[in-house]
């Protein structure tokens, strides 16, 4: 089970962070990536932390946020900074337990589990 949250109503410039705590499985061997989705738009990925703790960030997000991880608490987080009204979105955390050598997941269907999604909203 994954529950997302964290979002809210902030304004052009302001952060968010986002949290996701999963449960009932063992999260140290989970991918964990966000996904939003805009009214009107496909749900399109937002970043990656693998197992591993490699990242990945869509084009339109580097330099802006930051993706981590504490297995301790299980939790997922995203970090938003700079945030711009285009980031204006539901927010969804999903997770996969595969094991992978050199890749990181970053289509949607690769994703098993997913949590329930948090909005964010960025006002300009």
């Known amino acids: 089970q994954l529950q997302a949250s964290g979002g809210g109503l902030v304004q052009a410039g302001d952060s968010l962070r986002l949290s996701c705590a999963v449960s009932?499985?063992?999260?140290?061997?989970?991918?964990m990536a966000w996904f939003r989705q805009a009214p009107g738009n496909e749900r399109e990925l937002v970043s990656v932390i693998t197992r591993s703790e490699r990242t990945y960030y869509t084009d339109s997000v580097k330099g802006r946020f930051t993706v981590s991880r504490d297995n301790a608490v299980s939790t997922v987080y995203l970090q938003m900074n700079s945030l711009k009204p285009e980031d204006t979105a539901v927010y969804y955390c999903?997770?996969?337990?595969?094991?992978?050598?050199?890749?990181?997941?970053?289509?949607?269907?690769?994703?098993?589990?997913w949590g329930q999604g948090t909005q964010v909203t960025v006002s300009s």
């Open positions: 999903a997770a996969n337990y595969k094991k992978y050598l050199n890749y990181i997941p970053i289509r949607l269907r690769e994703y098993d589990y």
């Open positions: 009932g499985r063992t999260f140290d061997n989970s991918n």
